[in-house]
């Protein structure tokens, strides 16, 4: 038999939707602003889903950041492919060229099946010199350590991402 445990906490979310588990960074984890991170590290997930007894294999690009005082972000950006655009627009088509490099993100919203979603957009602009520059003194400063349970990034509904759950680690006990 089980043991249940349960504990409060106080998330100090600005979204409900931010009160349930994530596997990546979604919009509300915005709290409706703008932010710049540093891309950390650019690999591939590749995700399985079934849907209707069909089996549904997606690539797409992770994003490992670090926020502006050189924290670990605790989830990835899982781009779409607008987001990868913009930074290929940015920084070049090469995608571990991208690394080291400072992305905005900003809440947004897109149409879904006539139905306007939210989402984060990458800025399309890189971040100025002295954002850069703030990001490196601060990285200086401040040894890497992991950033409080602040995630950041867009819902399932982009027609990019997995939807919520169909990830693997969503099912991973934390």
């Known amino acids: 038999m089980g043991k249940f445990e349960s504990r409060e906490e106080d998330m ?31 690999t591939r997930l590749t995700s399985e889903m079934v849907s209707g007894g069909k089996k549904e294999v997606k690539k797409q690009p992770k994003l490992e950041l670090t926020d502006e ?13 607008t987001n990868a655009q913009t930074i290929a627009r940015m920084y070049g088509n090469n995608p571990k060229a991208w690394e ?12 879904v099946g006539g ?16 954002a850069q ?4 003194m601060a990285a200086d400063a ?20 997995p939807p919520p759950g169909a990830l693997e680690t969503d099912h991973v006990a934390h």
């Open 12 to 42: 100090g979310g600005t979204d409900w939707r931010a009160y349930f588990d994530s596997s990546c960074l979604r919009v509300w984890h915005l709290n409706g602003k703008e932010r710049t991170f540093k891309i950390v590290r650019v």
């Open 69 to 81: 005082k050189g924290r670990n972000v605790p989830l990835p950006l899982l781009l779409n492919k």
């Open 100 to 111: 080291g490099k400072l992305v905005t993100l900003f809440p947004s919203t897109t149409s």
């Open 115 to 130: 139905e306007d979603k939210d989402c984060i957009r990458v800025r399309a602009k890189a971040p100025s010199q002295r």
């Open 133 to 136: 520059r703030g990001q490196q």
């Open 142 to 161: 401040e040894p890497s350590t992991p950033a409080p349970e602040e995630p950041t990034r867009e819902p399932g509904d982009d027609t990019d991402e």
